[in-house]
C-alpha cells in the first residue's frame, strides 16, 4: 500500500493542541463541505473532567432547554467521493483513559478497514503573521517519510491526545502521519486563524490526494492578516518585532538555510508543553 491509502481519518481536538482554532476549523471546514454521519461517539463519563470541560446548557428556537456534554466523534462520509475518502475525528481532548480513549477509536478503524490517519494541531511559535504559515509535517513511519516527504521528529517529552492516537493507529497496522501549524503568538487575540486553517488543508491535500474545497479561506486568511496589519500600525514596538521575525523568516526560508528549522520550531513548543510563546529576545520559548 502506497501513502495512506484510500480511507483515511483526520483527527483534530480543541484545547491543547489547537492553537487559534487552526486545526479544529479545519476539520468543521471539512465537515460544512461534506456529507457525513456519526460512526461513534464515546461515552463523555469515562474520558472527560467535567470540571475542566464543563457541559453547555443550550435552548432551542422554542426556548427549550437541554445539556451538551463533552464529546469526541468519529464521522465518515454518506455522499460518493472523489479520490481519498476523508472521516473525521473531532471533539474535546479527554482528560483520562487516554490508552483506552485511542484504543476504541483504532479498533473501530480497523474494523471499518481504515488506511491511514493523520492528526491535525497547531502551535502558538514566534513566526510572522506576513508570511506563509508554516506546517511541521511529519512521521514515525519510514516509509511514509520516504513516500510523502515527512519529516521525522526527534522530540521527547510530553504529548497530546494526538501522539497518542498516532501511536496507537501505528500499532494497529494504520499509517499515520501529523501536520502542526505554526500560529503567531501576538494574534491570540485574532482567533480564529483561517490562514493556519487554510495551510493546514492544503498540506492535507497534498499528503492524502483528497479533494478538497477551500471555499471562502483565502478571503477570510487575507482579512485576518490585515485586522493585524491594522493593529500593529498603532504599536511601534509590536511593528519592530514583527519586523524581527520577518528577518528570521526570511534567514530560514533562503537558500543557506537549514531544512530543519520548522522541525526545530515544533520541537521547541513541544519542549515548552505548549503553554505558549517565549518572550521577544528569547532563545527558548518559556514553559
Avoid: C
Amino acid at each position: 500500500m502506497d501513502g495512506l491509502g484510500s480511507k483515511v481519518i483526520v483527527a483534530a481536538f480543541d484545547g491543547w493542541n489547537d492553537a487559534g482554532e487552526a486545526a479544529s476549523s479545519a476539520v468543521a471546514h471539512l465537515r460544512e463541505n461534506g456529507d457525513y454521519e456519526p460512526v461513534f461517539s464515546v461515552d463523555p463519563e469515562l474520558y472527560f473532567d467535567y470540571q475542566y470541560t464543563r457541559p453547555q446548557v443550550e435552548a432551542d428556537s422554542e426556548g427549550r432547554r437541554s445539556l451538551r456534554w463533552p464529546e469526541a466523534t468519529l464521522l465518515r462520509p454518506t455522499g460518493p467521493v472523489d479520490g481519498t475518502e476523508l472521516w473525521l475525528l473531532t471533539g474535546v481532548e479527554p482528560a483520562r483513559a487516554w490508552q483506552a480513549f485511542a484504543a476504541e477509536f483504532i479498533d473501530l478503524a480497523l474494523r471499518e478497514d481504515v488506511t491511514g490517519l493523520v492528526s491535525l494541531g497547531s502551535m502558538m511559535s514566534d513566526v510572522p503573521h506576513t508570511r506563509p504559515i508554516s506546517i511541521f509535517a511529519g512521521s514515525d513511519s519510514d516509509a511514509l517519510r520516504s513516500q510523502l516527504g515527512l519529516e521525522r521528529s526527534t522530540y521527547e517529552g510530553p504529548v497530546g491526545i494526538l501522539s497518542v492516537l498516532g501511536v496507537a493507529a501505528e500499532a494497529g497496522g494504520i499509517a499515520s502521519a501529523s501536520l502542526w501549524a505554526s500560529v503567531p503568538h501576538y494574534v491570540a487575540g485574532h482567533t480564529p486563524s483561517p490562514k493556519a486553517t487554510l495551510a493546514l488543508l492544503e498540506r492535507l491535500q497534498v499528503i492524502t490526494g483528497a479533494v478538497i474545497p477551500q471555499g471562502d479561506l483565502s478571503s477570510q486568511a487575507a482579512a485576518w492578516e490585515a485586522s493585524i496589519d491594522a493593529a500593529a500600525a498603532d504599536d511601534e514596538e509590536m511593528t519592530e518585532y514583527i519586523h524581527q521575525l520577518e528577518r528570521t523568516r526570511d534567514t530560514w526560508d533562503s537558500p543557506e538555510a537549514s531544512g530543519d528549522a520548522i522541525a526545530e520550531e515544533f520541537e521547541r513548543f513541544l519542549r515548552r508543553g505548549g503553554d505558549g510563546p517565549s518572550k521577544p529576545g528569547r532563545d527558548e520559548p518559556r514553559r
